[in-house]
T-cell receptor, first 111, second 113 residues
Framework: GDSVTQMEGPVTLSEEAFLTINCTYTATGYPSLFWYVQYPGEGLQLLLKATKADDKGSNKGFEATYRKETTSFHLEKGSVQVSDSAVYFCALTGGSYIPTFGRGTSLIVHP | DVKVTQSSRYLVKRTGEKVFLECVQDMDHENMFWYRQDPGLGLRLIYFSYDVKMKEKGDIPEGYSVSREKKERFSLILESASTNQTSMYLC????????????FGPGTRLTVL
């Protein structure tokens, strides 16, 4: 079946550092790929998405590129802020209504 | 602004009680989901509904039931709450198309004493 593997956290960075959170997937066919973010005490919200190979999703300074050849969808941001501290989930939705989520990666940004 | 709302942010119940968690979405979405979220385990799907009165079991349906009498409302029922059901419960909805993104509610943190 489908699966998503993302790096374990927590990832701890200083403000203005460069962020990469790795995500790789296994799926049949051509899934859509997503990054969701969960701020403390809240539900998940969509951060960005990509629906086909080589698409780049972007939002709030975050970017991720759908790499079919490496089955990856790594999340990047050039300069993180304290307000980016949250849990980030990589997910895919293939040929069904039900998404497959990674375990989540906690990001902690210090001033 | 599109929304998924959940009836309570925090809930404390006693072992053996019947517990109702309500979720309402205003986006006319066909699909609705209930997850629980526990540290180290990520999100686990409890039940899923793709239409009114339709439901499918997810990965961990034991001890739970659901009801969807109207398109906008999806209820999760704990028939007899137990301490191991203490968790964060998240409701989500999506369009009735494959590969659709999900919209989540704020979550209900349930504590069973």
């Amino acid at each position: 079946g489908d699966s998503v593997t993302q790096m374990e956290g927590p990832v701890t960075l200083s403000e203005e550092a460069f962020l990469t959170i790795n995500c790789t997937y296994t799926a049949t066919g051509y899934p859509s790929l997503f990054w969701y973010v969960q701020y403390p005490g809240e539900g998940l919200q969509l951060l960005l998405k990509a629906t086909k190979a080589d698409d780049k999703g972007s939002n709030k300074g975050f970017e991720a590129t759908y790499r079919k050849e490496t089955t990856s969808f790594h999340l990047e941001k050039g300069s993180v802020q304290v307000s980016d501290s949250a849990v980030y989930f990589c997910a895919l939705t293939g040929g069904s209504y039900i998404p497959t989520f990674g375990r989540g990666t906690s990001l902690i940004v210090h001033p | 602004d599109v929304k998924v709302t959940q009836s309570s942010r925090y809930l404390v119940k006693r072992t053996g009680e019947k517990v109702f968690l309500e979720c309402v979405q205003d986006m006319d979405h066909e699909n609705m989901f209930w997850y629980r979220q526990d540290p180290g385990l990520g999100l686990r799907l409890i039940y899923f509904s793709y239409d009114v009165k339709m439901k499918e079991k997810g990965d961990i349906p034991e001890g739970y039931s659901v009801s969807r009498e109207k398109k906008e409302r999806f209820s999760l029922i704990l028939e007899s709450a137990s301490t191991n059901q203490t968790s964060m419960y998240l409701c989500a909805s999506s369009l009735g198309q494959v590969r659709s993104e999900q919209f989540f509610g704020p979550g209900t943190r349930l504590t069973v004493l």
